[in-house]
């Protein structure tokens, strides 16, 4: 699967500053992402993560850290990936 530049927000940032813990759950969600293990998604949204794949839309994936809920998300061109707190969208 093609990323682009992989990005992360600020307060994904400061948050991973502040725990090793929650660094290691980022991570781990990542490598999760890599593998199209798409997280806590409902089964719309999976399905959803499969045609893109195939028509070049946005992918999206949830996952629950210590800190919050994170979203992974690709745009559809694959130029940026960017991980970032669900209220940061």
Do not use: K, P
């Amino acid at each position: 699967m093609e990323l682009g530049e992989v990005y992360i927000t600020r307060g994904i940032d400061a948050a991973i500053q502040e725990s090793l813990v929650f660094g290691l759950e980022v991570w781990q969600a990542f490598q999760r992402y890599l593998h199209m293990d798409w997280g806590d998604l409902c089964q719309e949204d999976l399905d959803q993560n499969v045609r893109a794949l195939v028509n070049g839309e946005r992918i999206l994936a949830l996952y629950a850290t210590s800190r919050g809920r994170i979203y992974i998300i690709t745009e559809w061109d694959r130029s940026v990936t960017t991980i970032l707190f669900t209220d940061e969208y």
